[in-house]
């Protein structure tokens, strides 16, 4: 069975302070991929980023990183210089197969609140 | 270009009542998929429709059926509601069938109460 598991369920921060949100993955399966999705108060999910199980190059998109490590099955999201607007659910997700078929699993979120 | 639409936004429903929540997928996208969100909780997976079938199914009863239109748009039907059906029920839709690996377009959903 595949797990995701976001041990922080609540983070409360100041604007501009860098915060880091933690994703620990559990599969068996060798082909597999990673995402991180933003729920805002509105309730609809928005893709953050996609990556796949060969790919463990780190990534930056402007204020945001991502950190892939195998060795420790973990895909960290870190916001820099952290801003209001940030605030919001946020969810890491695993897309591996599960028996007979892939199936997406999602955690159970970190609410993330920035303070002005 | 239109995201991906819900519909009603809010439904209270009580106890052994059915219901029938709609979706209406991004532009260009033929796949649409379900998810229960209950209060905390990430989405779980209910099922997964590509040209009119049902491919996947996550580990909910027979109660929960579907359907998807000619037209890609779908529909979530739950039937002898129970009070542990109330959640955030969100629908995304995703190209190239039925592969999990795609990026998903989710809608803002259809919060369900049941009294």
């Known amino acids: 069975a595949q797990k995701v598991t976001q041990a922080q369920t609540e983070i409360s921060v100041v604007e501009k302070e860098d915060v880091t949100l933690d994703c620990v993955y559990e599969?068996?399966?060798?082909?597999?991929?990673l995402f991180w999705y933003k729920q805002p108060p509105s309730g609809e999910l928005v893709f953050l980023i996609r990556?796949?199980?060969?790919?463990?190059q780190n990534e930056i998109s402007g204020r945001y990183s991502w950190n892939f490590q195998k060795s420790t099955s973990s895909f960290n999201f870190t916001i820099t210089a952290s801003q209001v607007v940030d605030s919001a659910v946020y969810f890491c997700?695993?897309?591996?197969?599960?028996?007979?078929?892939?199936?997406?699993?999602f955690g159970s979120g970190t609410q993330l609140t920035v303070l002005p | 270009d239109a995201g991906v639409t819900q519909s009603p936004t809010h439904l209270i429903k009580t106890r052994g009542q059915q219901v029938t929540l709609r979706c209406s997928p991004k532009?260009?996208?033929?796949?649409v998929s379900w998810y229960q969100q209950a209060l905390g909780q990430g989405p779980q997976f209910i099922f997964q429709?590509?040209?009119?079938?049902?491919?996947q199914r996550g580990n909910f009863p027979d109660r929960f059926s579907g359907h998807q239109f000619p037209n890609y748009s779908s529909e979530l039907n739950v039937n002898a509601l129970l009070l542990g059906d109330s959640a955030l029920y969100l629908c995304?839709?995703?190209?190239?069938?039925?592969?999990?690996?795609?990026?998903?377009?989710f809608g803002s959903g259809t919060q369900l109460s049941v009294l």
């Open positions: 990556r796949n199980s060969f790919d463990e």
């Open positions: 997700a695993l897309s591996a197969f599960s028996g007979s078929a892939r199936q997406l699993t």
């Open positions: 532009s260009g996208h033929d796949t």
């Open positions: 995304a839709s995703s190209s190239r069938g039925y592969a999990t690996n795609e990026k998903l377009f």
């Open positions: 599969t068996r399966d060798t082909t597999y991929y």
């Open positions: 429709y590509y040209e009119e079938e049902e491919r």
